[in-house]
């Protein structure tokens, strides 16, 4: 990820912009077994966070029930870990086999571009997913599922890491070799004014306010629950209780794997040079690219419908399709039915009470 190491001080060869020219071998790069663990790694990341994003995306193709409001986020969070997968992981797991960068200085700026753009969509989708359940939970809405929020809300999370990921590409700082020299990012260690600039922006607008947001209306959002949890609950509370559990299981699990990447990137800018080796380095940035792999977990394994779902896509339940098709009915709607009946019934036997009577 970040070193200030001399072996990793690599140089673009501007002759050839498909490769570059190699550090000497040393104190900078890992041991042949290192590449090897970091290879069967990043590999395992690689081909389990594509083909689990890729079944959460396969049921929301199948299963239209699945395409609801708060479910858009968490299919844009699909998206973008999986093309992480595909255009990001991939290239560092084929360095790793090679020991080095392949790709030269535009595939570096490529790699670091991706993968920055892909992780803060990730992030502003948690965040308006957080907003989301506070609003949701909060105030009482009268209307019925609203796409149009949710799907501006997907654009513009990719708007906003645009903004941020772009200028790099254009000179305000920029993407270079990190860690064991078999990936890119952001060049954490250039001792400039600009570049210090941008990694300070990055950090306050792309990780510090997005994080106060999610802990303002999770906290808000754990302090109303408190405050009601004596008071009977209907269903349709209850399911929502539910999801806020998962999106804040999500979030928790998002900022476990990338917190110590910003730590360990905050040290290697700001701290004493050589502060953070290429081993010290890896271990964060593996820990980030987990996510990917977590992330559809999480959805499948706490969230019913995409449960029960996925069982049925892959035959392994004697439901059929219909239960993700159509809406289950609820405690609550049986109870109102029963109370309806009781009520007709008493009025009928009233009415023919006073029918006797007045015979």
């Given at each position: 990820?970040?070193?200030?190491?001399?072996?990793?001080?690599?140089?673009?060869?501007?002759?050839?912009?498909?490769?570059?020219?190699?550090?000497?071998?040393?104190?900078?790069?890992?041991?042949?077994?290192?590449?090897?663990?970091?290879?069967?790694?990043?590999?395992?990341?690689?081909?389990?966070?594509?083909?689990?994003?890729?079944?959460?995306?396969?049921?929301?193709?199948?299963?239209?029930?699945?395409?609801?409001?708060?479910?858009?986020?968490?299919?844009?969070?699909?998206?973008?870990?999986?093309?992480?997968?595909?255009?990001?992981?991939?290239?560092?797991?084929?360095?790793?086999?090679?020991?080095?960068?392949?790709?030269?200085?535009?595939?570096?700026?490529?790699?670091?571009?991706?993968?920055?753009?892909?992780?803060?969509?990730?992030?502003?989708?948690?965040?308006?997913?957080?907003?989301?359940?506070?609003?949701?939970?909060?105030?009482?809405?009268?209307?019925?599922?609203?796409?149009?929020?949710?799907?501006?809300?997907?654009?513009?999370?990719?708007?906003?890491?645009?903004?941020?990921?772009?200028?790099?590409?254009?000179?305000?700082?920029?993407?270079?070799?990190?860690?064991?020299?078999?990936?890119?990012?952001?060049?954490?260690?250039?001792?400039?004014?600009?570049?210090?600039?941008?990694?300070?922006?990055?950090?306050?607008?792309?990780?510090?306010?997005?994080?106060?947001?999610?802990?303002?209306?999770?906290?808000?959002?754990?302090?109303?629950?408190?405050?009601?949890?004596?008071?009977?609950?209907?269903?349709?509370?209850?399911?929502?209780?539910?999801?806020?559990?998962?999106?804040?299981?999500?979030?928790?699990?998002?900022?476990?794997?990338?917190?110590?990447?910003?730590?360990?990137?905050?040290?290697?800018?700001?701290?004493?040079?050589?502060?953070?080796?290429?081993?010290?380095?890896?271990?964060?940035?593996?820990?980030?690219?987990?996510?990917?792999?977590?992330?559809?977990?999480?959805?499948?394994?706490?969230?019913?419908?995409?449960?029960?779902?996925?069982?049925?896509?892959?035959?392994?339940?004697?439901?059929?399709?219909?239960?993700?098709?159509?809406?289950?009915?609820?405690?609550?709607?049986?109870?109102?039915?029963?109370?309806?009946?009781?009520?007709?019934?008493?009025?009928?036997?009233?009415y023919h009470g006073n029918s006797f009577n007045s015979n």
């Amino acid at each position: 990820m970040f070193s200030g190491q001399a072996g990793l001080n690599y140089s673009f060869n501007l002759s050839d912009d498909r490769e570059l020219v190699d550090a000497p071998a040393g104190r900078g790069k890992l041991s042949p077994t290192g590449f090897v663990v970091l290879s069967v790694v990043l590999g395992f990341i690689m081909t389990f966070g594509f083909l689990n994003n890729f079944i959460v995306l396969l049921l929301f193709c199948k299963f239209k029930k699945l395409r609801t409001p708060v479910n858009m986020l968490l299919l844009n969070i699909s998206v973008s870990d999986m093309l992480v997968c595909v255009f990001g992981t991939t290239l560092s797991f084929a360095s790793s086999i090679r020991g080095r960068w392949l790709l030269g200085r535009s595939g570096c700026s490529w790699y670091g571009f991706i993968n920055s753009c892909f992780g803060i969509v990730s992030l502003i989708s948690l965040v308006i997913l957080s907003y989301d359940r506070y609003s949701t939970l909060t105030v009482y809405n009268k209307g019925g599922p609203n796409y149009r929020k949710p799907l501006l809300a997907v654009g513009g999370s990719w708007l906003y890491s645009l903004i941020w990921t772009v200028p790099p590409l254009l000179g305000w700082s920029s993407y270079g070799i990190e860690g064991a020299g078999t990936s890119c990012s952001v060049s954490w260690t250039v001792q400039t004014v600009q570049s210090h600039a941008y990694i300070i922006c990055l950090f306050i607008f792309c990780l510090g306010i997005p994080v106060l947001v999610m802990f303002y209306c999770y906290g808000r959002l754990l302090l109303a629950v408190k405050q009601v949890g004596k008071i009977r609950r209907t269903a349709a509370r209850r399911r929502e209780y539910h999801i806020l559990f998962m999106v804040l299981t999500t979030a928790a699990c998002y900022l476990l794997c990338w917190m110590p990447y910003g730590v360990v990137a905050m040290m290697a800018t700001f701290g004493p040079p050589n502060i953070i080796s290429p081993v010290a380095s890896v271990v964060p940035s593996l820990l980030a690219k987990s996510s990917t792999v977590i992330n559809p977990l999480i959805y499948i394994l706490m969230n019913k419908q995409f449960y029960r779902c996925f069982l049925i896509l892959f035959h392994c339940d004697h439901w059929s399709a219909d239960n993700c098709h159509t809406s289950m009915p609820s405690k609550t709607t049986v109870i109102q039915l029963n109370l309806r009946r009781t009520l007709l019934s008493k009025i009928l036997l009233c009415y023919h009470g006073n029918s006797f009577n007045s015979n």
